[in-house]
Nanobody, 118 residues
């Protein structure tokens, strides 16, 4: 079994920065993709950023240049550095792990609240 535990969510003013962390524990395959999603009130969950086990990254257009996803494979940890935060970034942020390659098992963290005040 795999567990994902997020941390780092907070209330910050617009223009501020936060770093989210997600620690994965359990049976983690060497080939995997980790990601951050977010869900704002009344909206669908959306993909924010992904990173593969070899460091290939991809971002939602609206966060490009402001957010950076990174990972430490030795610690099974993924990070999301968020700069120049905007009120529209307010959401619950979820860590996601696709454990495996073409055939994977998907896991979710419990979420961490990010609130950006205007």
């Amino acid at each position: 079994q795999v567990q994902l535990v997020e941390s780092g969510g907070a209330l910050v003013p617009a223009g501020g920065s936060l770093r989210l962390s997600c620690v994965a524990s359990g049976s983690i395959f060497s080939i995997n993709t980790m990601a951050w999603y977010r869900q704002a009130p009344g909206k669908q969950r959306e993909l924010v950023a992904t990173i593969t086990n070899i460091g290939y990254t991809d971002y939602k257009n609206s966060v490009k240049g402001r957010f950076t996803i990174s990972r430490d494979n030795a610690k099974n940890t993924v990070y999301l550095q968020m700069n120049s935060l905007k009120p529209e970034d307010t959401a619950v942020y979820y860590c996601n792990l696709r454990n495996g390659g073409g055939s994977y098992v998907e896991y979710w963290g419990q979420g961490t609240q990010v609130t950006v005040s205007s």
